[in-house]
């Protein structure tokens, strides 16, 4: 018999009995079994939540590929220490296979919960058995520094407040955020994470990354302070000290074994002071509590710029941009920064930090990733795409050996006023970028801009037909020309 076993409490174990080529008929085919863990405050326990209906099982080195599944009641309890049973079926022998599982609800349509673990092994004939750490899918976020401008104005360029289109709930920026999307109430007051707390000044969250098993998220304050925070029960681990320049991205490996935090003056991110690249070599022991070891690299002056965005290559090196930060000083200034050579990619070993191979220089260039199939993308601002209607923005595609889209060659999309880009992994969108819409501007100037999600798909060739919204919602006002301390009517950037 093929089955998964539910324990009388917060702990699902599944068992199954594993099928030679699918069949549960052999003798001794062997077992496997998963044990389920999820917190013990229900708020954050998909276990308890009554909309579960199913659970998954998924293979992420297969495009997803569903495994097994079951039928789920939180609601029923079995009595007298007997454990339930669960309709399985059979598991298929697997080889080292990241799985993940998922708790569904809504006829499958909703994801409640999500676990991760790897380098499973299901062997013929043997008995295994695996823990999943099931987790709300929650997102975090937090504010940087306020921008306030002074009054009255002074010089010609001066920062402007956006504050008063932000909650008064949310305008404390020393706090990191909780939300649950498939909450009632979707910000987790009772959750927010003052990271810099009672023991030193508050100070705001400037960067963070998510481990891809979910479990943990690393964010750095503005007092130079490197958190982990345990997303199974929204706690912090103390802070490693991280003295230097700000932190303003950083990216974990794609195993969790190392991370690297780009860090540069905001105020002068001169070519010449060259910013700074620290790598956590060991993620685990960070999030263990044992290890603090953040290595600062020597990069040396870049006539670009400091180092801006970084991306983990399928052959385990770091490759990261150098250039002006988007943002800065008004930019992308496209009119000085159009050109090769305005942004370069060097790349790095994450385990001795040496610098591989030879720089290769790009087009203004504000972001790198890769795709989970092993596809480089660049985000180029102000480069124009051969299928462009008007705008410059472009998203530059590397396609992987053996990649079909274009013949395997490079090729660009158009992407008008996104400077950064989301790679998803492990299902069936691939890349997400947040821009504008690409329209000619009217001759008499009333042109309005309206923003656009520009989605592309896994193995797709072109984004899918942008999602277009309005901005009024979204427009922050983040400069303000002046003329003698005036603030000049039109002189506001968006």
Request: aromatic share 6%; hydrophobic share 40%; glycine share 10%.
């Amino acid at each position: 018999m093929c089955k998964w076993v539910l324990s009388p409490v917060q702990v699902l174990f599944l068992g199954a009995v594993v099928g030679w080529l699918g069949g549960c008929g052999d003798a001794n085919p062997g077992t496997v079994s998963f044990l389920v863990t999820s917190p013990d405050d229900h708020a954050l326990s998909p276990l308890a939540d009554p909309r579960v209906t199913s659970l998954e099982l998924r293979d992420l080195q297969n495009k997803n590929a569903l495994i097994a599944s079951a039928s789920y009641d939180p609601t029923r309890r079995p009595g007298g220490g007997k454990p339930e049973d669960l309709g399985l079926g059979p598991v298929p022998l697997l080889t080292r296979r990241d799985l993940r599982l998922v708790a569904l609800g809504s006829a499958g349509q909703q994801v409640l919960g999500l676990a991760l673990t790897r380098n499973i092994e299901v062997a013929y004939g043997q008995s295994q058995s695996y823990t999943f750490n099931l987790r709300r899918p929650l997102f975090f976020f937090g504010g940087n520094q306020p921008l306030v401008a002074p009054y009255p104005f002074t010089g010609n360029d001066t920062v402007f407040s956006p504050g008063r289109q932000i909650e008064d709930q949310l305008r404390d920026d020393s706090f990191l955020r909780v939300i649950d999307p498939n909450s009632g109430t979707p910000l987790l007051s009772q959750y927010d994470v003052q990271l810099d707390g009672a023991a030193m000044p508050a100070s705001s969250v400037v960067a963070s990354a998510a481990t891809a098993d979910g479990l943990a998220v690393l964010a750095a304050t503005l007092s130079g302070n490197l958190y982990v925070i345990d997303t199974l029960h929204v706690k912090a681990t103390a802070p490693v000290q991280i003295a230097g320049p700000q932190v303003h991205a950083m990216v974990v490996s794609p195993k969790d074994e190392s991370a690297v935090l780009l860090r540069y003056d905001l105020a002068n991110p001169a070519p010449e002071r060259g910013g700074q690249i620290a790598l956590v070599r060991d993620v685990a022991g960070l999030r263990a509590g044992t290890s603090k070891d953040v290595m600062t690299l020597p990069i040396g002056p870049s006539p670009q710029g400091p180092p801006i965005s970084a991306a983990y290559a399928p052959d385990g090196r770091v490759e990261v941009i150098f250039g002006t930060p988007a943002g800065f000083g008004g930019d992308p200034d496209c009119g000085a920064l159009s050109g090769i050579g305005k942004s370069v990619l060097r790349r790095f070993d994450p385990k001795s930090g040496m610098e591989s191979g030879t720089p290769t220089m790009l087009n203004y260039t504000s972001a790198v990733a890769y795709t989970s199939a092993g596809d480089r993308l660049l985000m180029q601002p102000c480069t124009t795409a051969k299928k462009a209607m008007m705008r410059d923005g472009r998203l530059l595609i590397q396609p992987r050996p053996g990649a079909t889209c274009n013949g395997g060659k490079d090729f660009d999309l158009p992407s008008p006023g996104a400077a950064s880009l989301a790679v998803v992994a492990g299902g069936r969108v691939a890349v997400v970028a947040i821009g504008r819409d690409d329209v000619n501007d009217d001759p008499n100037d009333l042109t309005v801009a309206r923003g656009a999600v520009r989605v592309l798909e896994e193995d797709a060739c072109d984004f899918s037909a942008p999602s277009i919204f309005p901005l009024g919602d979204w427009l922050l006002p983040y400069r303000v020309k002046t003329a003698d301390g005036v603030p000049v009517l039109g002189g506001v950037e968006i």
